[in-house]
């Protein structure tokens, strides 16, 4: 989908052994004999080296030029296996010409020896040649073997180099000749090598030619075939792997392809090493599914790797080398548009210098120039270019291949640029009904031809006719997504949504021409709001429940190992940037069964003890060696783990619109980019702060006069769901300023998800019924100091515990929450420790009281010494989630012998087992503040929560009073045990602060926010 032609890149040609004839006795028969037998056994066992070294053994003790052309065949072969062509091509040749004389041209003898020379020279890209010594072998091995399954093994030489020369329909004819030849025989073919080979060769041109379903089929049967003979630890193996997985990328199937290549990759990397020309095919492919997934800096590397391999094996003129030249060039336009250009030039040079240029790869490379030409505007030079690659495609290819179809998109891309609507239409239409007929109707590379059709019906004001086509578009997108969300670790996923084409604002755009005569543009735009925002974050989820699940105890154990450094990741961090901590504080940095087992033990201890800057130095590439591995862990994870699916949550309107109540509107926003102050600067004082963020509500309260103007005209409404985004994920939109300057937490209750999608979200089996079996935890760490804020300026990168005020209403707060959860455990002082709190499983309720912190949503380009700027190097998402943290009793010296260090942070609270918490509630400063984004929402607690599986997260944006927080609770828990919803219970705390004199101003009651369910808790969980 990122490209202007299909994913087509390269199919790896294999070459099967050639079978071994019965010699003449000799005068010495044993000795040469069994060398030869032994490397012939040790070359099908995929020891090449050990092949090669005896094969060498069995050419010095030759007897006569028969014996010696045997051998020098024999190790002109397994020399051009390992990839040591130079070498192979010498005793090929020499072979060559000792059997031409002994025993003669027309005889099996040499007819193996041209088929093996045929090899080399096919992959070494002297294709004339090489079909010549293929035909002659074919046509010797006719005469002298009839159908044996020698003349079928060059009949697979003779297709193979047809195959790429681009006479696919003249290659398919001999791989299914040489096909017959084997189904003939009596014989097991299922244990040949020389059969899988074949197979996996048809399955690559089926491929080529847009036969996907007989190139499954085929791909198959020899896979199963070399998984026997020669076995896995064969190069024959990994490579069919290499030529298989590009027929799963091509299909969309992302996920089975990463596989593929993964384990592909470390069987050639075992086997032929990094220099193999086998390796360079392997790159050049495994780079497009990296494309395809976003992560486009490993998809260049991986580029320019296999190029610059091929131009050492092969020399700078090898046709070869167009394909690899090609591909790079589509990956550098996108940020370069004139060095991609001058990549698409070399490549369509080296083609046309080549008579015998294969019709795909040069097509593809012509494709690539004409799109960079209409993009600068000369059309002219377009339609030359490709009227020459519909020529090309049309006569190498025919007119039903998928290649044809890009040829048929670009020529109406063209037309669209000059207007010329009809015949765009007509082009599109055509390009369209192509890739339909030969990839499917599900394919990924129909979303952009159908998303360009529908591009050109907007543009000329047909929109009933482009909406069909976007919504077809967006369908098929979707789907995969979903298939690329389950590749990789956290971080590729989020690249993949940060590089994939995004619908949302061509739709967008087009509800705003639309949507008053189409209402179906509006539902068509939200849908695809809906199905984009969030879908990370539910990916991360649906992963660490189902694995945390799994009945493969050694997926759970290495699941655990990711969670333990994810650990170890937020102490080194904490230790980073909160450096003045208590010396007893220890911190997790263990890692018990994993392979760096106490290797950042001694580092944390010292952290926290014996600063200096260049322990700072080795923490910091400590974070980033964990962050490798951890990455390492979840792509690992992730293919082991097939069974998973993530929770498919409905993105059509009707399905969203019936999970609402009669009084309920959902309100989605999508890419708010302003900024907004609010009571964020801690320097200014309480009057000065309010002001500012009175002013910033105001202001925000214009901008989305459209919003309220229609809430105040929907007069049913009561309770509003909202999906914010970007920087709207910080506001409280209760604070905000309604019909007649009220605010809407007047009329309103509200409460935040995520995504629309998210309303659809069913309960799961038995939970109800798990829930009076599960522990509610009430926790109180009131801090140590004076009640008092310390009043100095703390050093950037500092943190003192018992510089935190002793909070002397946080046990009253406590003892509030108990009264009206009778059957809670409260922790109090010396209890509520970090491990007691990680040691929880599924508990049905958790309210934890005390201080918070949160560094990391600094700007640190503006204001360097920010105390959480210790770590600039790190992303800011990724920063909050390790500096923001809920302080518990280690942190003030009474943890006990607990070895934690009384942070918990976001990071590690993601890790927890809060599978169906009915409630978080967080009372502590800041929690629901962090790092927004633009579709993920809000980096930090929030986010931590989510993925940790609560079902409601309770927390306030900004610093809240002491009283006034223990007031609002006090509330909010009455109103809830009264069994009034979780959001209408928090807007009638909100309402009594409102209307209580000192805390009438909106910095004591707009803070705390909801996000998730906002139905009523459980009434068992007030139950005594």
Not at 163 to 188: C, K, M, T, V
Not at 295 to 313: C, F, G, Q, W
Request: with cysteine; net charge neutral.
């Amino acid at each position: 989908m990122n490209g202007a032609v299909p994913a087509l890149v390269g199919i790896v040609l294999l070459a099967g052994a050639s079978a071994p004839l019965l010699l003449a006795q000799d005068s010495h028969p044993r000795d040469w004999a069994s060398l030869d037998r032994q490397a012939e056994d040790l070359y099908d066992k995929g020891d090449l080296k050990e092949a090669i070294r005896i094969a060498r053994l069995a050419a010095g003790a030759a007897s006569g030029p028969r014996q010696s052309g045997r051998s020098l065949d024999r190790l002109g072969f397994f020399e051009y296996t390992s990839g040591n062509l130079k070498e192979a091509e010498s005793l090929l040749r020499r072979a060559l010409e000792l059997r031409k004389n002994t025993p003669g041209i027309d005889t099996a003898d040499y007819a193996e020896s041209a088929n093996d020379l045929a090899l080399l020279c096919r992959d070494s890209g002297k294709l004339p040649e090489a079909r010549e010594l293929a035909g002659e072998a074919v046509a010797i091995r006719s005469r002298v073997l009839g159908a044996a399954h020698p003349r079928a093994e060059s009949l697979n030489t003779l297709g193979s180099t047809c195959a790429l020369q681009g006479e696919y329909d003249l290659a398919i004819s001999r791989f299914e000749a040489a096909l017959a030849i084997h189904d003939s025989q009596s014989g097991p073919k299922d244990a040949s090598e020389e059969y899988g080979t074949l197979c996996i060769n048809l399955a690559g041109t089926y491929q080529r030619v847009g036969k996907y379903a007989k190139a499954e089929l085929l791909f198959a049967k020899g896979l199963a075939v070399l998984r026997v003979k020669p076995g896995v630890n064969h190069p024959a193996y990994p490579a069919s792997l290499v030529a298989f997985a590009y027929l799963q990328a091509d299909l969309g199937h992302y996920s089975a392809a990463e596989k593929l290549y993964d384990e592909s990759g470390r069987l050639l990397r075992e086997q032929l090493g990094e220099q193999h020309p086998v390796y360079a095919t392997f790159l050049n492919n495994r780079a497009a599914l990296y494309t395809a997934l976003g992560n486009l800096t490993v998809a260049e590397s991986d580029y320019r790797k296999a190029l610059e391999l091929k131009r050492r094996i092969y020399g700078g003129g090898a046709l070869t080398i167009g394909a690899s030249l090609r591909n790079l060039a589509r990956l550098v336009y996108g940020r370069n548009p004139s060095e991609g250009e001058k990549l698409f030039q070399q490549a369509v040079d080296l083609y046309r210098q080549n008579p015998k240029a294969p019709a795909f790869d040069y097509s593809s490379a012509l494709l690539g120039l004409a799109e960079a030409q209409r993009n600068r505007g000369d059309l002219r030079a377009a339609r030359e270019i490709l009227r020459h690659a519909s020529d090309v495609a049309a006569n190498g290819l025919g007119m039903k291949h998928p290649l044809y179809a890009a040829v048929l998109r670009d020529l109406g891309l063209v037309h669209q640029a000059a207007r010329e609507y009809p015949e765009a239409m007509r082009r599109l239409a055509q390009a369209v009904a192509l890739v339909q007929e030969t990839q499917g109707d599900n394919h990924p590379d129909l979303v952009r031809y159908l998303h360009r059709l529908a591009a050109v019906y907007e543009e000329t004001g047909d929109y009933r006719a482009a909406e069909p086509l976007y919504r077809r578009s967006l369908d098929i997108s979707g789907g995969v997504l979903a298939d690329m969300l389950t590749v990789g670790s956290e971080s590729n996923k989020l690249a993949v949504v940060a590089n994939l084409e995004d619908p949302v604002p061509a739709l967008l755009s087009f509800q705003r021409k639309a949507g008053d005569r189409l209402p179906a543009a509006r539902a068509l735009a939200f849908e695809a709001v809906a199905s984009r925002k969030g879908r990370v974050l539910d990916q991360v989820h649906d992963w660490g429940q189902s694995l945390s699940e799994n009945p493969d105890s050694g997926i759970r154990t290495r699941f655990n190992q990711r969670q333990a450094m994810l650990g170890c990741e937020a102490s080194l961090t904490i230790a980073l940037g909160y450096r003045d901590l208590k010396r007893s504080m220890v911190g997790t940095c263990a890692l018990p069964g994993t392979v760096i087992e106490g290797r950042y033990e001694r580092l944390l201890h010292d952290l926290r003890n014996n600063w200096t800057e260049a322990l700072g130095r080795q923490a910091l590439h400590a974070v980033g060696d964990l962050k490798q591995r951890i990455d390492t862990l979840e792509a690992g994870l992730s293919r082991d783990n097939p069974r998973f699916t993530s929770v498919l949550r409905p993105t059509r309107l009707g399905d969203i619109r019936s999970r609402l109540q009669a009084d309920e509107l959902l309100i989605e926003f999508v890419a708010y980019g302003e900024s907004v102050a609010l009571a964020r600067q801690e320097k200014r004082s309480a009057e000065s702060s309010e002001e500012t963020a009175r002013d910033a509500l105001q202001t925000l309260s214009e901008k989305l006069r459209p919003v309220t103007v229609e809430l105040a005209r929907r007069n049913g409404v009561r309770r509003l769901r909202v999906a914010p985004d970007g920087i709207l994920n910080l506001i409280p939109f209760a604070a905000l300023s309604g019909e007649r300057g009220h605010f809407l937490i007047e009329r309103f209750s509200i409460s935040y998800l995520s995504a629309g999608r998210d309303l659809a979200v069913p309960e799961p089996p038995g939970r109800r019924t798990a829930l009076l079996a599960s522990a509610m935890i009430i926790a109180v760490s009131p801090g140590a100091g004076a009640k008092r804020a310390f009043s100095g300026s703390p050093v950037a990168g500092t943190f003192r515990a018992d510089r935190l005020e002793r909070l002397e209403d946080a046990p009253l707060e406590a003892q509030d929450v108990r009264r009206r959860i009778p059957r809670a455990q409260l922790l109090g002082e010396w209890e509520a420790t970090e491990q007691r709190i990680k040691d929880l499983h599924r508990p049905a309720l958790l309210h934890i009281v005390g201080h918070g912190i949160v560094r990391g949503t600094e700007d640190c380009r503006g204001a360097p010494g920010s105390p959480g700027c210790e770590l600039a190097g790190i992303d800011p998402a990724a920063r909050v989630m390790s500096l923001s943290a809920i302080v518990l009793e280690e942190a003030y010296g009474r943890g006990g012998d607990s070895s934690e260090d009384g942070l918990l942070t976001a990071l590690e609270l993601q890790t927890l087992d809060l599978r169906g918490t009915e409630m978080l509630v967080l009372s502590q400063c800041r929690m629901a503040d962090g790092v927004p984004s633009s579709g993920e929402g809000v980096y930090g607690m929030r986010r931590a929560a989510a993925i940790a599986g609560v079902k409601t997260f309770v927390a306030p944006l900004w610093k809240v009073a002491d009283a006034a927080q223990q007031e609002f609770m006090r509330q909010f828990y009455k109103e809830l045990s009264a069994g009034k919803g979780r959001a209408e219970a928090l807007r009638q705390a909100q309402l009594r602060l409102l209307t209580t004199p000192r805390t009438a101003s909106f910095l004591h009651w707009a803070p705390v926010i909801l996000s998730g369910d906002p139905a009523p808790l459980p009434r068992e969980l007030f139950a005594r």
